[in-house]
């Protein structure tokens, strides 16, 4: 079983659309979630963090936790075709080693105008 | 304030050589992050460094190694280069180990031929 498992892509939502992206996680000690987004040939920008279980919003993006479930996700609201890039989702995981950021494979976003 | 910095931006080795990559946290930021994100593949983590000394290691092999300098920066080094090896390597910094994500810089292409 991967540590982070993202649903398979790649996504494709009309404009204006909500764009949900989901991802599981096998480490029921894990505290800490993120989103990022990647554009082609770009690295990675962080776009939510998330700690406590339920929603927290910023703008058009709502990011929602489930710690029981092991699940987080993301909603896009009001999709633009600038949203359009590859979606990670990390999980810090800790291990006697130290923690460390744990990534999905990515979720691919295509918004169409 | 000047983002995570790496040098060089592309580089072109031949296998069996060593190549030598570079980072330079934010401001402030003690630790430093490696990962490797071959074409297609997601990020994987390669090595954590905090106020000089490494404190997590991915699943990588022996010839993959770096450090970290007092001022912060943070070297990667790739012995014995494969052609497999061949990737976009990324670093990130963070001011409190991940509770508050990291921050990516743009990367160093290496090519290995």
């Known amino acids: 079983q991967k540590e982070v498992e993202q649903n398979s892509g790649p996504l494709s939502v009309p404009e204006g659309a909500i764009a949900s992206l989901n991802c599981t996680y096998s480490?029921?000690?894990?505290?800490?979630f993120f989103w990022y987004r990647q554009y082609s040939g770009k690295s990675p920008e962080l776009i939510m963090s998330?700690?406590?279980?339920g929603d927290k919003e910023d703008g058009r993006f709502t990011a929602q936790l489930n710690k029981a479930s092991q699940y987080v996700s993301l909603l896009i609201r009001d999709s633009q075709p600038s949203d359009s890039a590859t979606y990670l989702c990390?999980?810090?995981?800790?291990?006697?080693?130290?923690?460390?950021?744990?990534f999905g494979e990515g979720t691919q976003l295509t918004v169409n105008p | 304030e000047a983002g995570v910095t790496q040098s060089p931006t592309h580089l072109i080795k031949t296998r069996g050589q060593q190549a030598t990559l570079r980072c330079s946290p934010i401001?402030?930021?003690?630790?430093v992050y490696w990962y490797q994100q071959a074409l297609g593949l997601g990020l994987q983590f390669l090595l954590w460094?905090?106020?000089?000394?490494?404190?997590n290691r991915g699943n990588f092999p022996p010839r993959f190694s770096g450090r970290q300098f007092p001022n912060y920066s943070s070297e990667l080094n790739v012995n014995a280069l494969e052609l497999e090896d061949s990737a976009l390597y990324l670093c990130?910094?963070?001011?409190?180990?991940?509770?508050?994500?990291?921050?990516f810089g743009s990367g160093t292409r290496l090519t290995v031929v």
């Open positions: 990130a910094s963070s001011a409190v180990w991940t509770n508050y994500g990291y921050t």
């Open positions: 460094y905090d106020e000089g000394e490494e404190r």
């Open positions: 480490d029921r000690v894990s505290q800490s």
């Open positions: 401001s402030g930021h003690t630790s």
């Open positions: 990390a999980v810090n995981i800790e291990e006697t080693s130290g923690s460390r950021l744990t």
């Open positions: 998330i700690y406590s279980n």
